[in-house]
């Protein structure tokens, strides 16, 4: 498995921007697949996206398409998420998640290392 710790979350207005990173540990992390979920009060955790363990690859849930950004540096075993012009619908818990595979997953189930989580919030 591969230790996951999120950070960058916090609180932010309606059309600002917060970078998120992800640091990993543990198997090789540039041969994970790598996914970002968020989790809402009362909802089901959701895919926000995932990049190939190359980077070169990257698939968002269209919620999020030509907001979100996902990359990431091998060299720092660390992957990021870019979110530019927030909404107030984005506020959850974000995590992120590693897959010892080659293909990025739209299911949560489909990951086998997670990390606690960060949250954010977008005030309207």
């Known amino acids: 498995q591969v230790q996951l710790v999120e950070s960058g979350g916090g609180l932010v207005q309606a059309g600002g921007s917060l970078r998120l990173s992800c640091a990993a540990s543990?198997?090789?992390?540039?041969?994970?697949?790598m996914g970002w979920f968020r989790q809402a009060p009362g909802k089901e955790r959701e895919f926000v996206g995932g990049i190939t363990w190359s980077g070169g690859y990257t698939y968002y849930a269209d919620s999020v398409k030509g907001r979100f950004t996902i990359s990431r540096d091998n060299a720092k075993n660390t992957v990021y998420l870019q979110m530019n012009s927030l909404k107030p619908e984005d506020t959850a818990v974000y995590y992120c998640?590693?897959?010892?595979?080659?293909?990025?997953?739209?299911?949560?189930?489909?990951?086998?290392?997670w990390g606690q989580g960060t949250q954010v919030t977008v005030s309207s």
């Open positions: 543990g198997r090789t992390f540039s041969k994970n697949t």
């Open positions: 998640a590693a897959r010892g595979s080659a293909v990025i997953y739209t299911r949560s189930s489909a990951y086998d290392s």
